[in-house]
C-alpha cells in the first residue's frame, strides 16, 4: 500500500523558514516524481513544485520560485519542502504526491498545515 | 501558464442521476488531462487520467472524455460517497495547474 506521510508543518512568523518532509513507502520511490502541491483554507488546489527521479530535473510555481527549494533523499524514501521567506499567502494544506515522469498525480498523503501568521 | 477553467461551479444533482462536469484549458493540453475527486477533510484522489482513463479502483460509473481544450468529467447514477469536490488538472506543460474545482451537491 502506497503510504506518504508529511510533515514539519506549524506556525511561523511572516519572513520565516520551515522545512517540510514527507516520507514514502509502498513504491518504488526512485521510479517516480515527486510533488508538492498546497490548498489555502477553503480555496482551491495549487502545485508548488517537482522533483524528478534524477534530482536535477525541479520546476517551480512563479508564486514560490526563489523562496521554496524542493529536494529528495532516494536512499531514504523521502521528499523534502525547505521554504524560506515565507508570506502570510503561504499558508495552506501541503499535500506531498507522486507522479511517473510526464504523468498525474497518483497518490497523495494526508497533508501538513503550514500557517505563516503574526 | 495555462488556465483551466471548471463549470459549473456548483451543481446540485439528485442520488441516482447523472453528474457532467466540464474542464476547458486556454490551449491544448493534448490528452494530458487529470480529474480528481476530493472530500471534506480529506486529501485529494486521482479519478481519470489520460483525460478517459480510470485510475485503480475508481468505479466505471465514473468517466472522462475529450482532448485538446474540451473536457467532460461524467458520474452516471450517482452515489451518496460521490458527492464531493472535482478538480481537473493538466500536466502538459509547465507549471502544471489546477482548475478552480466543482462542487458536487445533492
Known amino acids: 500500500e502506497v503510504q506518504l506521510v508529511e510533515s514539519g508543518g506549524g506556525l511561523v512568523k511572516p519572513g520565516g523558514s520551515l522545512r517540510l518532509s514527507c516520507a514514502a513507502s509502498g513504491f518504488t520511490f526512485t521510479s517516480y516524481s515527486m510533488n508538492w502541491v498546497r490548498q489555502a483554507p477553503g480555496k482551491g488546489l495549487e502545485w508548488v513544485s517537482i522533483i524528478g527521479i534524477d534530482t536535477k530535473t525541479i520546476y517551480y510555481a512563479d508564486s514560490v520560485k526563489g523562496r521554496f527549494t524542493i529536494s529528495r533523499d532516494n536512499a531514504g524514501n523521502s521528499l523534502y519542502l525547505q521554504m524560506n521567506s515565507l508570506r502570510a499567502e503561504d499558508t495552506a494544506m501541503y499535500y506531498c504526491?507522486?507522479?511517473?515522469?510526464?504523468?498525474?498525480?497518483?497518490?497523495w498523503g494526508q497533508g501538513t498545515l503550514v500557517t505563516v501568521s503574526s | 501558464e495555462i488556465v483551466m477553467t471548471q463549470s459549473p461551479a456548483t451543481l446540485s444533482v439528485s442520488p441516482g442521476e447523472r453528474a457532467t462536469l466540464s474542464c476547458r484549458a486556454s490551449q491544448s493540453v493534448s490528452s494530458n488531462l487529470a480529474w480528481y475527486q476530493q472530500k471534506p477533510g480529506q486529501a485529494p484522489r486521482l479519478l481519470i487520467y489520460?483525460?478517459?482513463t480510470r485510475a485503480t479502483d475508481i468505479p466505471a460509473r465514473f468517466s472522462g472524455s475529450g482532448s485538446g481544450t474540451e473536457f467532460t468529467l461524467t458520474i452516471n447514477s450517482l452515489q451518496s460517497e460521490d458527492f464531493a469536490v472535482y478538480y481537473c488538472?493538466?500536466?502538459?506543460?509547465?507549471?502544471?495547474?489546477f482548475g478552480q474545482g466543482t462542487k458536487l451537491e445533492i
Open positions: 488538472q493538466q500536466y502538459n506543460s509547465w507549471p502544471r495547474t
Open positions: 489520460g483525460a478517459s
Open positions: 504526491a507522486n507522479s511517473l515522469p510526464g504523468a498525474s498525480l497518483d497518490s
